[in-house]
């Protein structure tokens, strides 16, 4: 069935330092790649997302990575901030035939200062 | 910024008891959505809610389960008898459109305990 796999599951780096997040979909027709962030007591909020017709795209520290042919897609967060420390999930979905996002298991970032 | 809403943000419950989470939805959306989350776990879909009916659920979302939309800001999900595997952290979320990857925002959750 349909599936998405995330690594690491935890993550420490010392601020100011990059943060990679990769992610692994099952299902060949997804095609929209969104990130969730999400800190400790709230819910998941979007902080990038990346469309299958685009390879890569950045919004200022935040750039997400998308490789079709190997059904892989990646966060990057560079010059991290304490800030940054949360939870981050990726997520998959066909634009057509369902609703449904499938999400990936959660990394926990901790930026140590 | 519009935000989803969702009370309680904590509700314990006895099992077998009925339980009432309610959702205000961003005011322009008009896809609704249950996601659920058990502690340590991945994010599931639960169901998806459009034009007062149900759209697409998936097989969590079992007879116990049931949504409604009573008005024209509310959108609930009830369940009916709880079970101690019902224990979660519940989320409402919305977008405008439903299947084009737009955006889906959520709420910061309800999370149920059932004891």
């Known amino acids: 069935g349909e599936n998405v796999e995330q690594h690491p599951s935890t993550l420490s780096v010392q601020e100011g330092d990059s943060a990679v997040i990769k992610c692994t979909y099952s299902d060949s027709a997804s095609n929209y790649f969104p990130w969730y962030k999400q800190e400790l007591g709230k819910g998941p909020q979007l902080i990038i997302d990346i469309r299958s017709n685009v390879g890569e795209k950045k919004d200022q520290r935040i750039a997400v990575t998308l490789n079709k042919t190997a059904k892989h897609f990646s966060l990057h967060i560079t010059e991290t901030q304490p800030e940054d420390s949360a939870v981050y999930f990726c997520a998959a979905k066909k634009t057509s035939g369902t609703y449904k996002y499938i999400f990936g298991t959660g990394t926990r970032l901790k930026v140590l200062a | 910024e519009p935000e989803v809403t969702q009370t309680p943000s904590h509700q314990v419950t006895q099992m077998g008891q009925e339980v009432i989470l309610r959702c205000v939805p961003i005011?322009?959306?008009?896809?609704f959505y249950w996601y659920r989350q058990i502690l340590g776990q991945k994010v599931e879909f639960l169901v998806s809610?459009?034009?007062?009916?149900?759209?697409?659920k998936s097989e969590i979302f079992d007879d116990q389960f049931s949504v409604e939309r009573p008005d024209g800001s509310n959108f609930t999900l009830k369940i009916r008898s709880t079970k101690l595997e019902d224990s979660a952290m519940y989320f409402c979320a919305s977008s405008v459109t439903g299947y084009s990857g737009n955006t889906i925002y959520f709420g910061e959750g309800s999370w149920l305990t059932v004891v």
């Open positions: 005011s322009n959306h008009l896809y």
């Open positions: 809610f459009y034009n007062n009916e149900i759209s697409e």
